[in-house]
DNA sequence: CTTTATACATGATGATCATCATGCTTCCAT
DNA sequence: ATGGAAGCATGATGATCATCATGTATAAAG
């Protein structure tokens, strides 16, 4: 049947909610359309009423997490800080987009528009052209690199003390 | 037909050789086994003669890009400048296994022993005890998280300038 | 108040796979 | 030499998917 068009935009969002946090814990072949629409509380059958295809989910979804990352920005120290917990090596449904993902990405033409402007506009942030500091933009660069590495390297590891030595020492090494 | 060992031999080599370059190319998901055996020349019939499952292939091909990775390692400056160069970001296939699977292993249980042993080892090729300097280890694993994360940013993004960038930045910022 | 198009559910369809079954041919142990 | 098993090819099998087809109830347009 029909529903209003509020019912529907809110269905809408919860799938690419659903898809952004499914993607990243599973990967983009890990989960199936059905899976992100049984966990919104729909059918398969509905899928293509909201969107053209997987690959169109994808590049929307991969939208979706960025918007929300950047709204979570902070400064480089804290934000060092936080992406190098183990609470977020622990979360990566809910974490950044291009550890879990960007290895796959890499694969994924239809998504490299979105993932790089979410690099872009991440980068902006950690170095604001309003500090314009000589440098800024490298270290942003520097920085970003190595906590994407470093978290990688950390969910990748079977050995929790490895593990937990990688988040540390990078930790340090980026100054604190 | 029956095979003398040391042919059965030579093309379990290969069939190790070509997964671990189409794995890196293109994810443990979007290769096949039919895929791999034809790369080898061989059929799908006879994999099961060789590995107990793809579980077990992935896990042995780690090893195998494990192993010739470690073959090729250098101290820390040369490697840094190498793995962040333009022709290895754009040769995945014989590129480094952690970039390229890195964010799938996370993902593959049956992965993550082999991958946790070769980080820990290159971790030690690039601090070796030898050495022994204070701060080594923690040299070691910056420089290696920083150059996994920016080569998996460099190769994600679709703006051929902003992918170099991130090279030369990187590169600098890990002096040179 | 009709009419129509929409949003959804159920149920194909066709493709792709990992894995298994079978049979043939040749190596190797006896 | 000879019986058995190894190594491979061909061809199932059964599962999983992305996507399409159809029917239906209802919201919105006229």
Same mark, same amino acid.
């Given at each position: 049947?029909?529903?209003?068009?509020?019912?529907?935009?809110?269905?809408h969002?919860?799938?690419?909610?659903?898809?952004a946090?499914?993607?990243?814990?599973?990967?983009?072949?890990?989960?199936?359309?059905?899976?992100?629409?049984?966990?919104?509380?729909?059918?398969?059958?509905?899928f293509?009423?909201?969107?053209?295809?997987?690959?169109d989910?994808?590049?929307?979804?991969?939208?979706?997490?960025?918007?929300?990352?950047?709204?979570a920005?902070?400064?480089?120290?804290?934000?060092?800080?936080?992406?190098?917990?183990?609470?977020?090596?622990?979360?990566?449904? +809910? $974490?950044c987009?291009?550890?879990? #993902?960007? =290895? %796959? *990405?890499? !694969? &994924?033409p239809a998504?490299?528009?979105?993932?790089?402007?979410?690099?872009?506009?991440?980068?902006?942030g950690?170095?604001?052209?309003?500090?314009?500091?000589?440098?800024?933009?490298?270290?942003?660069?520097h920085a970003?690199?190595?906590?994407?590495?470093?978290?990688?390297?950390a +969910? $990748?590891?079977?050995?929790?003390e #490895?593990? =937990? %030595? *990688?988040? !540390? &020492?990078?930790?340090l090494?980026?100054?604190?």
């Amino acid at each position: 049947m029909r529903y209003p068009p509020e019912e529907t935009a809110e269905k809408h969002r919860r799938i690419l909610e659903e898809a952004a946090i499914l993607f990243r814990e599973r990967g983009f072949s890990g989960v199936s359309v059905s899976e992100i629409m049984k966990a919104t509380g729909l059918t398969h059958g509905a899928f293509y009423n909201h969107f053209d295809s997987k690959e169109d989910l994808i590049a929307k979804s991969i939208e979706e997490a960025s918007a929300k990352a950047l709204e979570a920005m902070q400064p480089i120290p804290q934000y060092v800080k936080t992406y190098l917990s183990t609470e977020h090596r622990d979360d990566k449904g +809910r $974490g950044c987009l291009i550890a879990a #993902l960007g =290895g %796959e *990405i890499a !694969r &994924e033409p239809a998504a490299q528009a979105a993932f790089t402007q979410h690099v872009e506009k991440t980068l902006q942030g950690l170095a604001p052209p309003a500090t314009s500091k000589k440098g800024a933009r490298r270290q942003a660069i520097h920085a970003l690199s190595t906590i994407i590495g470093a978290l990688v390297l950390a +969910r $990748g590891v079977s050995d929790p003390e #490895l593990s =937990g %030595e *990688i988040l !540390r &020492e990078a930790r340090l090494a980026l100054g604190e």
